[in-house]
């Protein structure tokens, strides 16, 4: 579990463009679109999901993404993870 303390710090880091751009562009597309599976990310940001999908886990594994739920893709039509900013 991140500390609330780290949580804002890193939302501070990403306002001020202290991250690294393709981490960035995926955050902003989330929250920007609102939830999505990677795959849909990535049709609208124009980004292989091979780029998406490890930026993704970057933000999952810092506290910035979470998993919403399952359902079929709109792109696949694969069941899929649809992740979320955390609030």
Request: hydrophobic share 35%.
């Amino acid at each position: 579990m991140m500390q609330q303390t780290s949580l804002l710090c890193y939302r501070q880091i990403i306002e001020e463009g202290k991250i690294p751009p393709r981490r960035l562009l995926v955050y902003q597309a989330f929250k920007k679109h609102g939830t999505h599976t990677n795959l849909e990310i990535s049709k609208k940001i124009f980004l292989p999901i091979n780029q998406v999908t490890p930026r993704t886990n970057e933000l999952v594994k810092a506290g910035i993404l979470e998993k919403k739920r399952t359902r079929p893709c709109e792109i696949s039509g694969r069941i899929a993870i649809v992740w979320g900013v955390v609030r």
